[in-house]
T-cell receptor
Framework: GQQVMQIPQYQHVQEGEDFTTYCNSSTTLSNIQWYKQRPGGHPVFLIQLVKSGEVKKQKRLTFQFGEAKKNSSLHITATQTTDVGTYFC?????????FGKGTKLTVNP | AAGVIQSPRHLIKEKRETATLKCYPIPRHDTVYWYQQGPGQDPQFLISFYEKMQSDKGSIPDRFSAQQFSDYHSELNMSSLELGDSALYFCASNVGTGSNSPLHFGNGTRLTVT
């Protein structure tokens, strides 16, 4: 089935560096949701984007939804060791939530 | 706040055995989803229920079945277990049909088939 493409698959940064993960779809998305999964944990909801061009911020995290509602990004400013985990975008709006492959973030202290 | 409760947390079974995983959604959540996650993989949708009726079906093997009960809890029944069924199984819940509202995930059941 349709799945959003997410890149990069892995990202290793030094603490204090910025981090960005991208999601792309070939079709217009009803909404896109972002989740974080810590190692050994479960996916935890971060944000939902619904409107074209929407930008939302949560402290050091900035989420964007493209004008065409086909792409989205998550940017973390000045990463901390607590940011480690896998970040998933997920395509919502249907009977099920379809996850991207995720970006695994590791942070070197 | 109450979260999604899954049991058991860990389960070890042998090939060809059966397993039952349980999920108790957040109170007043009427939709339950089951996902399977292999090591280093993204969660794969298996099946969902809304108001005790199956609402969607994904890549769930015919050996698996699930249902949602009158109290909204759900059970995933797995038979003729295979080595490849070893994975993390997550249950999630939300309000209303479909994924227009965020999903709340349980801690998962780690199934190991030997």
């Amino acid at each position: 089935g349709q799945q959003v493409m997410q890149i990069p698959q892995y990202q290793h940064v030094q603490e204090g560096e910025d981090f960005t993960t991208y999601c792309n779809s070939s079709t217009t998305l009803s909404n896109i949701q972002w989740y974080k999964q810590r190692p050994g944990g479960h996916p935890v909801f971060l944000i939902q984007l619904v409107k074209s061009g929407e930008v939302k911020k949560q402290k050091r995290l900035t989420f964007q939804f493209g004008e065409a509602k086909k792409n989205s990004s998550l940017h973390i400013t000045a990463t901390q060791t607590t940011d480690v985990g896998t970040y998933f975008c997920a395509q919502g709006g249907s009977e099920k939530l379809v996850f991207g492959k995720g970006t695994k973030l590791t942070v070197n202290p | 706040a109450a979260g999604v409760i899954q049991s058991p947390r860990h389960l070890i079974k042998e090939k060809r055995e059966t397993a039952t995983l349980k999920c108790y959604p957040i109170p007043r959540h009427d939709t339950v989803y089951w996902y399977q996650q292999g090591p280093g993989q993204d969660p794969q949708f298996l099946i969902s229920f809304y108001e005790k009726m199956q609402s969607d079906k994904g890549s769930i093997p015919d050996r698996f079945s699930a249902q949602q009960f009158s109290d909204y809890h759900s059970e995933l029944n797995m038979s003729s277990l295979e080595l490849g069924d070893s994975a993390l199984y997550f249950c999630a819940s939300n309000v209303g049909t479909g994924s227009n509202s965020p999903l709340h995930f349980g801690n998962g059941t780690r199934l190991t088939v030997t």
